[in-house]
């Protein structure tokens, strides 16, 4: 499976940008993708979790404000974020697991400013 991660770039605070993660090869033994984010000196954090599941999970940083959703002629799983916050800056990577292995995606920055 390889995943490509886009939609990143430099976005005001209080703005919205949508990422965008497609999968190709063997997707039809995806079990999950998730979407993660990594700020500068900070370690690699989950965003939305467990797409393909039917249930996503958010945690408390974005709740409210980062949704997603899942084109599924196009293997793609989107994340809209809306209102974002300087703290927001980071590369975004998507994940998705076969089983027990991990597939990431190369990643996509994202920089709010004030």
């Known amino acids: 499976v390889q995943l490509q991660a886009s939609g990143g770039g430099l976005v005001q605070a209080g703005g919205s940008l949508r990422l965008s993660c497609e999968a190709s090869?063997?997707?039809?033994?995806?079990?999950?993708i998730e979407w993660y984010r990594q700020a500068p000196g900070k370690q690699r954090e989950l965003v939305a979790g467990?797409?393909?599941?039917?249930?996503?999970n958010y945690p408390d940083s974005v709740k409210g404000r980062f949704t997603v959703s899942r084109n599924y002629a196009k293997n793609t799983v989107y994340l809209q974020m809306n209102s974002l916050k300087p703290e927001d800056t980071a590369v975004y990577y998507c994940?998705?697991?076969?089983?027990?292995?991990?597939?990431w995606g190369q990643g996509t920055l994202v920089t709010v400013s004030n």
């Open positions: 467990n797409i393909i599941g039917g249930f996503t």
């Open positions: 994940k998705a697991r076969i089983f027990q292995d991990d597939y």
């Open positions: 090869g063997s997707t039809f033994s995806i079990n999950a």
